[in-house]
């Protein structure tokens, strides 16, 4: 069966910095299009960023610069590095294949169960 395992959220400080990992398992990653997206209490869900199959990188958020997705094929894993993190990147970050092959934020398949991140002194 084909799923998303993400890991490595936490708590942190304002400033700091976390690393995601989001491994799949079930299939290979290679040839598909895989994004990160956010989820706080009370809120729609946003997607983050989204990598190719090829490594091309798209983001969504109005300060990208904080967000690095990548990926590892022989790892079968993708990452997303999270930098100089505000109290409002506090959210439960999922993972999921996107399904038009374009990464359009609309159009993505089931997210995984998450990892919890909350920044706060």
């Known amino acids: 069966q084909a799923q998303f395992v993400e890991f490595g959220g936490g708590s942190v400080q304002p400033g700091g910095s976390l690393r995601l990992s989001c491994a799949a398992s079930?299939?290979?990653?290679?040839?598909?299009?895989i994004g990160w997206s956010r989820q706080a209490p009370g809120k729609q869900r946003e997607v983050v960023s989204c990598?190719?199959?090829?490594?091309?990188?798209t983001h969504y958020l109005d300060s990208p610069d904080r967000f690095t997705i990548s990926r590892d094929n022989a790892k079968n894993t993708v990452y997303l590095q999270m930098d100089r993190l505000k109290p409002e990147d506090t959210a439960v970050y999922s993972c999921?294949?996107?399904?038009?092959?374009?990464?359009?934020?609309?159009?993505?398949?089931?997210w995984g169960q998450g990892t919890q991140v909350t920044v706060s002194s």
């Open positions: 999921a294949i996107d399904l038009s092959g374009r990464c359009r934020r609309d159009n993505f398949g089931s």
């Open positions: 079930g299939f290979t990653i290679d040839y598909y299009h």
């Open positions: 990598i190719s199959s090829s490594g091309a990188t």
